[in-house]
Antibody, heavy 118, light 111 residues
């Protein structure tokens, strides 16, 4: 069981971006995926969750309207996207699988570093 | 807003035992599960403890979790400290809307 995230990205402010998280070794649509942000030198911040089977999504109030989660269960991939990046979006983004809804993580992705220059 | 407060840093010698606290700002920490995550420098987090006191397979029994309703806190205890335990440790629970809340993280130094 693993989650493999897409590679590092370097973008300019105002550009759009979509990063991915591909699950393998399990039935992707049966487990919630959460996204977590870590800004440089800072702690972990919860962004929200998505259930790939029906795309049920819950956003953290902090990130509601700032990002969009989506998923394609046919290829076992979850996505995190921005329509207009800001320099403050510079961070490492982790996807992770939840044991079940309302529970903690049992599998973490390796993280995707996003660098946004102004 | 519900918050989890952790000490910024702790340090202890190899072979000793250290406890990291995680205190809820309101309500009852016992009414929701607490998880603990370890993050070594330059690496993704890993799960140490789930559902207050359960260890995933592969996590040594030197790591244990507990909760205390009287102090509205959870604790991570690491016994037989090793230099490889140097890392950041995060607690995580939920607010009244079932949104995740992370503690600010505790940097453990093993010296």
């Amino acid at each position: 069981v693993q989650l493999v995230q897409s590679g590092a990205e370097v973008k300019k402010a105002g550009e759009s971006l979509k990063i991915s998280c591909k699950g393998s070794g399990y039935t992707f649509s049966n487990y919630w995926i959460t996204w977590v942000r870590q800004m440089p030198g800072k702690g972990l911040e919860w962004m929200g969750v998505i259930f790939p089977r029906d795309s049920d999504i819950k956003y953290s109030p902090t990130f509601q309207g700032q990002v969009t989660f989506s998923g394609d269960k046919s290829i076992s991939v979850a996505y995190l996207q921005w329509t207009s990046l800001k320099a403050s979006d510079t961070a490492i983004y982790y996807c992770a699988r939840l044991r079940r809804e309302g529970d903690g993580v049992d599998v973490w992705g390796q993280g995707t570093t996003v660098t946004v220059s102004s | 807003n519900f918050m989890l407060t952790q000490p910024h840093s702790v340090s202890e010698s190899p072979g000793k035992t250290v406890t990291i606290s995680c205190t809820g700002s309101s309500g009852s920490i016992a009414s929701n599960y607490v998880q603990w995550y370890q993050q070594r420098p330059g690496s993704a987090p890993t799960t140490l403890i789930y559902e207050d006191n359960h260890r995933p397979s592969g996590v040594p029994d030197r790591f244990s979790g507990s909760t205390d309703s009287s102090s509205n806190s959870a604790s991570l205890t690491i016994s037989g400290l090793k230099t490889e335990d140097e890392a950041d440790y995060y607690c995580q629970s939920y607010d009244t809307n079932n949104h995740w809340v992370f503690g600010g993280g505790t940097k453990l130094t093993v010296l």
